[in-house]
Structure formats: structure tokens, C-alpha cells
């Protein structure tokens, strides 16, 4: 069966569990990585916070992180917070029942999103291949805003495509190798982002959230891609963040953990 099947199937009776994992598969056309990044942040949940960390899943998407969070934290709770409605009409359909997590529609561009949260401070704010829709005024404005969410000692992460400017034969190199890879993939069955959005604007429970998430954003990002350290100084300078750097790194992406 083909990502194109599944994705088809997966709106048959509101299969949420499908429609979860059909995303999850085509995140990972994009990033054959993204389950080790993933891996490595919470490694470092457990290693600074705990087993048992008070969440907020930030630009949570379908619940990504808390789905793995909560398998490997049975005690954690979670918070997740995104203005998509599509992608939260699955997040809240997998997660039905679920009393460790919360899901919340804002808009991060909004001064007073934060009023809209259940808590008023978490353990671990983490997010991941999200905040690149943002430009930089508006995410050091967001870095500023997370100094005040999490608590003392506690932690943010951010996972997300981080370029390097000053090394464009690298760049240029790993995004055709990277590229090739893809073309493999897409060769035997794997669906693009459009595709993704395509299947779900035909579910007869998805199309109408799917075609409001299209009126909010639009088909393309309109953010940017600092680089690392760029991410780590601007959370230390505007956040207020003790620590901050860079924990894994791929050639085109990284993830940055700040220590409050």
C-alpha cells in the first residue's frame, strides 16, 4: 500500500490514527531524520526536567512531539498550542479522550496568546519544523514571550531548518544529495506536502478546516531560517535563557535547547 492509499483510507470513519501517521510520513519525505531529533530532545526533557515534565507542545501541529512524548513519559502532561485547524482537528481526534493533554487554538503573532494557556508556566516548551514560518522580528518577540512561560530551571527546544550562510558549496551539496534522496522516495509512493493538503481537502471531516487553514497561511511560509546561533543568542539576549545551544545537528537542520 502506497502513503497515497493510506492517506486515501485514512479518512474512511475519521481514522485519526491514520491520518496521524499518514502526516508523520510525510514529514519524514522532507526529513529521514526527524525521529532522531525527536529522540534527542526528549533525552534531554528526561535529563534536565524529569520524566514527569509539564509540556507545552508550541505550533503543535497533529501532536508530533506530545504522541512520542506521552509514549515515552506515561506521566507527562501536555499542552498543545496551534492556529491550523486542520491539523488540530486530528491532534484533538488522536488524542480523544486523553486527559494529559490540552489543545489550544492561538495565533503565536497574537501579544496575547499566552492568556489563552491553561498553565502559566511549564518544565519544557518544545517545538519542531514549525517556527520557520516566522520572520525574525516576530519569533524574538515570541523568545521574549517564552521567558515568561517557562519556569526556572526549565527548558526550550526548537528543531527546525537552521541555515548556515557561509557555506554555500556545503549547502549546495547537501541539498542535492538530500533531494536525490527525496526523488527515490517519491518514486515509490511517498506524498509531498501538496499532495498531503490535496487528500485532506477531499475528507469530507477535514475539507472544510483544511480550506480554512489555506485563508489563514496561504500556500508558502513567509518566515525565515536564522542560523543556530543566531537562535541561541537571541534566546539568551531576549528570553532571558541562562544556557542556549545547539544539541544535534543534521547538515541542513539543528536543534537548539535553551535553559531558563
Given amino acids: 500500500m502506497t502513503e497515497t492509499d493510506r492517506a486515501a483510507g485514512a479518512g474512511t470513519g475519521t ?3 491514520a491520518w496521524q501517521e499518514s502526516w508523520d510520513r510525510q514529514q519524514e519525505w522532507y526529513m529521514p531524520d ?3 531529533r525527536l529522540r534527542v530532545m526528549l533525552d534531554m526533557v528526561e535529563a534536565l526536567v524529569g520524566p514527569e515534565p509539564r509540556v507545552l507542545d508550541l505550533a503543535c501541529g497533529t501532536g508530533s512531539i506530545t504522541d512520542r512524548l506521552l509514549k515515552r513519559f506515561p506521566k507527562a502532561t501536555s499542552t498543545g498550542v496551534d492556529l491550523d485547524p486542520a491539523l488540530l482537528a486530528i491532534a484533538r481526534g488522536y488524542f480523544d479522550g486523553d486527559e494529559r493533554v490540552v489543545f489550544v487554538t492561538a495565533d503565536l503573532k497574537d501579544p496575547e496568546w ?11 516548551v518544545l ?11 516576530a519569533l524574538t518577540t515570541l523568545y521574549g514571550q517564552l521567558g515568561d512561560l517557562v519556569r526556572a530551571g526549565g527548558v526550550f527546544m526548537n528543531a527546525d531548518r537552521m541555515k548556515d550562510e557561509g557555506t554555500p558549496r556545503i549547502d549546495a551539496a547537501e541539498r ?6 527525496m526523488d527515490r ?15 485532506a481537502a477531499k475528507d469530507p471531516v477535514l475539507a472544510e478546516p483544511t480550506a480554512r487553514r489555506f485563508e489563514i497561511y496561504g500556500e508558502h511560509a513567509d518566515g525565515e531560517t536564522p542560523s543556530a546561533e543566531w537562535h541561541a543568542r537571541t534566546l539568551r539576549e531576549t528570553g532571558g535563557f541562562g544556557e542556549a545551544r545547539t544539541v544535534w545537528r543534521s547538515p541542513s537542520d539543528a536543534l537548539v535547547l535553551a535553559v531558563r
Avoid at 522516495?185 to 487528500?199: F, Q
Fill in 176 to 181: 542535492a544529495h538530500r533531494h536525490a534522496h
Fill in 34 to 36: 526527524r525521529e532522531e
Fill in 185 to 199: 522516495a517519491k518514486a515509490g509512493g511517498a506524498l509531498d506536502w501538496a499532495e498531503w493538503w490535496a487528500l
Fill in 127 to 137: 517545538t519542531a519544523t514549525a517556527l520557520h514560518w516566522l520572520r525574525t522580528d
Fill in 114 to 124: 499566552t492568556r489563552a494557556l491553561p498553565y502559566g508556566s511549564y518544565d519544557a
Fill in 15 to 17: 481514522d485519526w490514527a
